[in-house]
């Protein structure tokens, strides 16, 4: 009988340690599911679901130097850029659309509804401790009401992390100063006081 029950906490442990990580932004209102961890970013891709709350406004326009992305709306619509600054498409649900590294996109909920979808990041890189990071900083106040983090040299690791570049900025520009405020961030540590974020993930 000690036996049987060993085992059944045990498979009970295993069950609860596989079920999907939701985690909610207090900020913007949104949640994100990790469907597939990555935290190593040693895999080949990083899947999440995220829902959206009516108005979001998502992320602005950008693009990717490495990693591809493939946007698989469940449920409501998912308004976005690809290609462009105003090129629009609009994903309904069961709809999906890739978005190769170098390509510009955005996308928001313009919706009065909630919008849900999946992001599937190949190859994964650093995103997870991107998203993460960001998360865990709205989570402890250290954003702006936009989301963004509010000390510079964390919002430039992040950028770094998600393979980031804004449109609109100069790319040389966005590289020089976001090179400058990692080589700060690295004699200040500032790294490591943000590892938290996603470490915890990987020592389940």
Same mark, same amino acid.
């Not at 619509?77 to 498409?89: A, I, P, S, T």
């Not at 994903?91 to 890739?98: D, F, K, N, T």
């Given at each position: 009988?000690?036996?049987?029950?060993?085992?059944?906490?045990?498979?009970?442990?295993?069950?609860?340690?596989?079920?999907?990580?939701?985690?909610?932004?207090?900020?913007?209102?949104?949640?994100?599911?990790?469907?597939?961890?990555?935290?190593?970013?040693?895999?080949?891709?990083?899947?999440?679901?995220?829902?959206?709350?009516?108005?979001?406004?998502?992320?602005?326009?950008?693009?990717?130097?490495?990693?591809?992305?493939?946007?698989?709306?469940?449920?409501?619509?998912?308004?976005?850029?690809?290609?462009?600054?105003?090129?629009?498409?609009?994903?309904?649900?069961?709809?999906?659309?890739?978005?190769?590294?170098?390509?510009?996109?955005?996308?928001?909920?313009?919706?009065?509804?909630?919008?849900?979808?999946?992001?599937?990041?190949?190859?994964?890189?650093? +995103?997870?401790? +991107?998203?993460?990071?960001?998360?865990?900083?709205?989570?402890?106040?250290?954003?702006?009401?936009?989301?963004?983090?509010?000390?510079?040299?964390?919002?430039?690791?992040?950028?770094?992390?998600?393979?980031?570049?804004?449109?609109?900025?100069?790319?040389?520009?966005?590289?020089?100063?976001?090179?400058?405020?990692?080589?700060?961030?690295?004699?200040?540590?500032?790294?490591?006081?943000?590892?938290?974020?996603?470490?915890?993930?990987?020592?389940?």
């Amino acid at each position: 009988m000690k036996e049987l029950t060993n085992i059944q906490t045990q498979t009970a442990h295993l069950v609860a340690t596989q079920q999907p990580e939701t985690i909610v932004n207090p900020v913007t209102g949104d949640r994100m599911t990790v469907l597939h961890s990555n935290p190593t970013g040693e895999g080949e891709y990083f899947k999440v679901r995220f829902d959206l709350p009516p108005g979001a406004k998502g992320s602005p326009l950008h693009y990717h130097t490495k990693m591809g992305e493939t946007f698989t709306v469940l449920q409501g619509c998912l308004e976005m850029e690809v290609g462009g600054r105003g090129k629009r498409l609009t994903l309904q649900a069961g709809e999906s659309v890739y978005v190769p590294p170098g390509m510009q996109h955005s996308f928001r909920n313009a919706s009065e509804q909630w919008v849900t979808y999946t992001s599937e990041n190949t190859p994964a890189g650093q +995103f997870e401790q +991107f998203i993460r990071g960001l998360f865990g900083l709205a989570i402890d106040g250290k954003t702006n009401r936009e989301g963004m983090p509010t000390n510079p040299l964390h919002l430039a690791l992040l950028l770094r992390k998600a393979d980031t570049v804004l449109v609109g900025p100069s790319h040389l520009v966005q590289k020089l100063l976001i090179d400058t405020l990692i080589q700060v961030a690295g004699w200040l540590g500032s790294e490591q006081a943000i590892a938290r974020y996603w470490n915890k993930s990987s020592d389940r």
